[in-house]
């Protein structure tokens, strides 16, 4: 079992920057695979970002690549997600995600085995 805690989220202006993170607990962390996902008002949790359990992986949609960066740090069991040049589409709640080893290219929310609870994000002037 894998226990997953977010948080950094808050309210930014446009263009402004913000870095989620995720503390994870429970075994074997370094085993999995993580993501980012995201759910706006009224539309459907979607994948913003993963990471293989090595870290030497990484995958992005595309309406973010350029602008976030998903890292990990297996020794203090943290997964962080670093987000610049929001945009008020970026607002969302995000929620960070566990596999056991799997694929970075899989976006479907289904593929995950655990979530945290989510962080507000709201990008706003």
């Known amino acids: 079992q894998v226990q997953l805690v977010e948080s950094g989220g808050g309210l930014v202006q446009p263009g402004g920057s913000l870095r989620l993170s995720c503390a994870a607990s429970?075994?074997?962390?370094?085993?999995?695979?993580m993501g980012w996902f995201r759910q706006a008002p009224g539309k459907e949790r979607e994948f913003v970002a993963a990471?293989?359990?090595?870290?030497?992986?990484?995958y992005y949609t595309d309406s973010v690549k350029g602008r976030f960066t998903i890292s990990r740090d297996n020794a203090n069991n943290a997964v962080y997600l670093q987000m610049n040049s929001l945009k008020p589409e970026d607002t969302a709640v995000y929620y960070c995600?566990?596999?056991?080893?799997?694929?970075?290219?899989?976006?479907?929310?289904?593929?995950?085995?655990?979530w945290g609870q989510g962080t507000q994000v709201t990008v706003s002037s």
């Open positions: 990471i293989s359990w090595i870290g030497g992986s990484t």
């Open positions: 429970g075994r074997t962390f370094s085993s999995y695979a």
């Open positions: 995600a566990a596999r056991y080893r799997g694929s970075v290219t899989t976006t479907t929310t289904t593929s995950y085995n655990y």
